[in-house]
């Protein structure tokens, strides 16, 4: 099985390095694509406006300098294009993707265009406890529970254009209470953290931030889940048609 890791931490992240390990437990046929500096939060974006450069740092170990969907079609449409991977793994990510993070995540929307190239595709994301804890985040339970989540996802029948969104809660691997399939959840809006300072020229500036909301989650989602110590495994798809509105709108101008 061939495999293409990725993420949007960046190719140095400790994330990655545990990606990897997981990674070689399932194939020795790994190619790393990644991000060369941080992108998270940059969701899909591309691009476009500036040209993008590759990096070798080892024996099929590669950076782009641009967002992680670049990576993954850099991997599909360059570095692998003779022989493409069987499987996409995006992660681990340093911090959560729960809710409605998958729209904003690099992590989540690498695995979004490895399924929209019909490859199969995974992001993981470890939670962590505290408020931006650095580089003191613990991956444990992703690592001693990763390799039981990926077997058993990569043997099952997935449907087409999908793919799978896996969150580690913060928990030592013997706290894990298990790993359940849930949907996806959404929070109160309100998470945006805005800090005003001022540079050494006198101007203002300003730095964006998620903080954590008080929310009640919906029964038998991730938000829930997370919250109650499981690892989280959403089926995601590329199709954001909302149906049921798709009826009204043909009752209206039908």
Known sequence: MRILLTNDDGVHARGLEVLERLARTLSDDITIV???????????????????????????????????????????AEIMKDGPPDLILSGVNRGANLGEDVSYSG?????????????????????????????????????????????????AEWAPRTLM??????LPASKVAGIKPVGQGLRDYGRLKLYKRTD???????????????????????????EQGWITVTPLHLDLTHRESLVMLNQTFG
């Open 165 to 170: 969104n896996v969150n580690f809660p913060p």
């Open 34 to 76: 990644a991000p060369l500096e941080e992108q998270s939060g940059k969701g899909r974006s591309l691009s476009l406006t500036e040209p993008v450069r590759l990096r070798k740092f080892g024996e099929r170990r590669f950076a782009v300098t641009g967002t992680p969907t670049d990576a993954v079609m850099m991997a599909l």
């Open 107 to 155: 992590t989540v929307s690498a695995a979004m265009e490895g399924a929209l190239a019909g490859i199969r595709s995974i992001a993981l994301s470890q939670r962590y406890a505290a408020l931006a804890p650095g580089e003191r985040v613990s991956f444990e339970a992703a690592e001693q529970w990763g390799e039981r989540v990926l077997r058993p996802l990569i043997a």
């Open 200 to 226: 050494p020229r006198g101007f203002d500036y300003y730095w964006f931030g998620l903080g954590r909301v008080p929310h009640s989650p919906v029964a038998d989602t991730d938000l829930e889940a997370i």
